[in-house]
């Protein structure tokens, strides 16, 4: 079965950096988008961006371009989603989710469980 | 970018009723469309891609129609464990968009 894996909550401050992660398995990792969506509370899904692991071709919303990195190793068969920077506007739920087609413009499926993080003084 | 328009808001069904949710997009974009389903403090699970096609292990009871700006998603007979958030989804056009939901409860 396919799935996805994150990491932990975080609590930050804001200013602080962070990095979450999602890790894959039982399927050829390298061969499939993977996207991150962001949920914050009460609120609905957007979109942040994604990422390509077989060669890090990235693209991001137009929301969070500048403001996150996405990133991938393929050794560890996981994405990052980082900040340099965080915001309390940060505060929400990201969700990875893989798009289960060769092509960036597809549907997402499986999702991972969740990462919440907040971002409180 | 394409804007997804979810109706109604919230959606108050019997059990065993049937229960019809709509989303718009404000372009054409074909059948690549699909539908999640939330529920409370879970992640997002998909429902249906291609506008009409069931994922893996979904029962036959959700069921997607419609093409190019007019879509919608069906549940013949109301379960109890369907109450949740339903999302539809567009990925014709870039970047990918969600409607804001539909809230679907038992009346």
């Known amino acids: 079965e396919v799935q996805l894996v994150q990491s932990g909550a975080e609590v930050k401050e804001p200013g602080d950096s962070l990095k979450i992660s999602c890790q894959g398995s039982?399927?050829?990792?390298?061969?499939?988008?993977i996207a991150w969506v962001r949920q914050r509370p009460g609120e609905g899904l957007e979109w942040v961006g994604v990422?390509?692991?077989?060669?890090?071709?990235?693209r991001h919303g137009a929301s969070f371009q500048g403001h996150v990195t996405i990133s991938a190793d393929k050794s560890l068969n996981t994405v990052y989603l980082q900040w340099s920077n965080l915001r309390a506007s940060d505060t929400a739920m990201y969700y990875c989710?893989?798009?289960?087609?060769?092509?960036?413009?597809?549907?997402?499926?499986?999702w991972g469980q969740g990462t919440l993080v907040t971002v409180s003084s | 970018e394409v804007v997804m328009t979810q109706s109604p808001a919230t959606l108050s069904v019997s059990p065993g009723e049937r229960a019809t949710l709509s989303c718009r997009a404000s372009q054409s974009i074909s059948s690549n469309l699909a539908w999640y389903q939330q529920k409370p403090g879970q992640a997002p699970r998909l429902l249906i891609s291609?506008?009409?096609t069931r994922a893996t292990t979904i029962p036959a009871r959700f069921g997607g129609s419609g093409s190019g700006t007019e879509f919608t998603l069906t549940i013949s007979s109301l379960q109890s464990e369907d109450v949740a958030i339903y999302y539809c989804?567009?990925?014709?056009?870039?970047?990918?968009?969600f409607g804001q939901g539909t809230k679907v409860q038992i009346k």
């Open positions: 990422i390509y692991p077989h060669d890090s071709d990235t």
């Open positions: 989804q567009q990925y014709n056009n870039w970047p990918p968009t």
């Open positions: 291609g506008a009409s």
């Open positions: 989710a893989r798009l289960p087609t060769t092509s960036p413009y597809s549907w997402f499926d499986p």
């Open positions: 039982e399927y050829s990792f390298s061969d499939y988008w």
